[in-house]
């Protein structure tokens, strides 16, 4: 028998299917069922032919010679009325001898039983002893009946009429018999049917048992394994696959699950070791952050107030180029005072940035000439250039109109600060696919290639940004505004020739769950 074979989407081969199993363990017992009752049929409709025929030969016989018996015992009677009567018999008429011939021929014809041929042969010699006074006593003779010839008439007519009788017990003994039989064969082939059909569905039931087996086996040992797996323990059983049916299909899936949870469970506890990691570097760099503002906010304090308390106390007597320094020190401490404050501001910007917000629809060319408003009046003080360059008929953006216009201006603020006199930073914006491109370039200082790796971490202090006055979570913040906007950023700086930033974010709100394919 060829074996099925069918692929599932996975192209895993799936061999004896179990509904062709079912097929099979239906097919075989239907197959013998079939096959004992048409033996039994055959058997029963031989025996009835064969039981039918001798019937209807011994019912041909008795019929026959009871006929037989009726016309003899009518010439009989028919001679003795005559004889009673004292009158001539008129004889028997040709009609008559023909319908007794006739049934003796039957008789003849229809011999089915031992000891019939003899009876039959002996009928036929007294018939042909009966025809011949038969036949002389016919209307045209004279001579009256002596008793004699009717006293030996009358004694061939009963041996024939016993020979008959004969005939008739032995035909009738032989139905009976023949009764006997078919009902003793009748029963035997009940008893040996009933003895069939029992051992059939006893295979009937051991066959389905047996593969309820199969099928349940499998599956209560995949279900016992799935009740003992915990997710998260990280140790899942290990269910091997014993047949190739859909049973063993699904306990591979199974297996390619488990296989993945464990996979998923190594990838989440080393996610999990390195946010840990990531957490403990984060809460060290807090607290040297926590030291290094409180140290920076001393410094210009203590320096601030010494400039107030000399211009207090002596204000009078200082002369004016003294007394300018002191004014312009307090300026620079109240400066690098400002910024630090605005460092401490963005710690609780970037404490709240995981709460989400509405998004909006908006043309991000307003959105970045808006946000650049106030950096455009101070770039012109200090002598610095900021060029906007917009592609042109870009498609309105979706955008959180709260917080994306403060990476603008952390991004160029940054640029700027970092930008002496006569340089320029330029502002680039064109959309590529399905993304919103950024890029914010600068002719400053740069950045040391040895920064780089950490510009976006939190709470990480560069000798640079202590220097400008500012402690620098600004880009922390950055970054994590981006990526809740679905997007990326990162850096590329040569010292000495500037910095440009790069970030995209996608174009569709749908989009920001997860990063555009595109690049």
């Not at 009748?186 to 049917?193: E, I, K, N, P, V």
């Not at 040391?448 to 880009?475: A, C, M, V, W, Y």
Request: net charge positive.
């Amino acid at each position: 028998m060829k074996i099925i074979r069918r692929k599932s989407k996975d192209g895993i081969v799936i061999r004896h299917p179990i509904r062709f199993k079912i097929f099979l363990v239906c097919l075989a017992p239907t197959i013998a069922l079939l096959a004992a009752a048409f033996v039994n049929n055959q058997y029963l409709s031989s025996l009835g032919e064969s039981a039918e025929l001798i019937l209807s030969k011994n019912y041909k016989s008795i019929k026959a010679a009871q006929e037989v018996r009726k016309s003899l015992e009518e010439i009989q009677n028919n001679l003795l009325d005559h004889v009673s009567r004292g009158m001539r018999f008129p004889g028997v008429s040709a009609d008559t001898l023909k319908k007794l011939s006739s049934n003796l021929s039957v008789c003849r014809e229809n011999i089915t039983e031992d000891g019939e041929q003899d009876l039959v042969n002996h009928l036929y010699e007294l018939y042909s002893q009966y025809e011949i006074p038969v036949r002389s006593f016919g209307p045209t003779l004279d001579d009256p009946l002596s008793g004699q010839r009717v006293a030996g008439f009358l004694t061939l007519t009963a041996k024939m009429v016993l020979t008959v009788d004969s005939l008739v017990l032995i035909n009738e003994k032989a139905m009976e018999r023949a009764e006997l039989e078919t009902r003793d064969f009748a029963s035997r082939a009940q008893r040996h049917s009933t003895i069939l059909f029992g051992v059939i569905i006893g295979a009937i039931l051991t066959l389905s048992y047996f593969l309820s087996y199969r099928i349940a086996r499998p599956i209560m040992t995949l279900a016992r394994s799935l009740s003992d797996t915990r997710e998260g323990t990280g140790v899942y059983p290990i269910v091997e696959t014993r047949t190739g049916d859909e049973i063993g299909f699904l306990t591979q899936s199974f297996s390619r699950l488990f296989n993945r949870l464990e996979q998923y469970d190594r990838h989440r506890d080393d996610i999990l070791a390195e946010e840990k990691e990531k957490v403990r570097r984060s809460e060290e760099a807090k607290g040297r952050f926590i030291a290094d503002i409180s140290h920076q906010l001393k410094t210009p304090l203590t320096s601030l107030s010494m400039s107030i308390g000399m211009l207090h106390e002596r204000g009078e007597g200082l002369e004016a180029e003294k007394k300018g320094k002191l004014l312009k020190m307090a300026h620079d401490d109240c400066r690098r005072l400002t910024v630090l404050i605005n460092e401490l501001v963005d710690i609780s910007r970037l404490e709240t940035m995981s709460k989400p917000r509405p998004k909006e629809t908006l043309d991000i060319g307003v959105v970045i000439r808006e946000s650049l408003a106030p950096l455009m009046k101070e770039a012109e003080i200090k002598g610095v250039f900021i060029e906007i360059h917009v592609q042109e008929k870009l498609p309105p953006v979706t955008i959180d109109s709260f917080r994306f216009p403060w990476v603008i201006t952390n991004l160029v603020g940054n640029a700027l600060r970092y930008t002496d006199r006569g340089g320029r930073i330029i502002l680039r914006v064109h959309k590529q696919q399905s993304r919103f491109y950024f890029h914010c370039i600068d002719t400053g200082s740069g950045i040391n290639p040895r920064f780089l790796p950490h510009i976006f971490d939190r709470f990480t202090q560069f000798s640079e940004r202590g220097k400008s006055g500012t402690i620098g979570l600004g880009l922390a913040i950055v970054k994590d505004i981006i990526e809740q906007h679905g997007g990326d950023i990162h850096v590329r700086s040569t010292m000495g020739e500037g910095a440009t930033f790069t970030f995209w974010i996608p174009s569709k709100a749908e989009d920001m769950n997860g990063k555009s394919a595109d690049h």
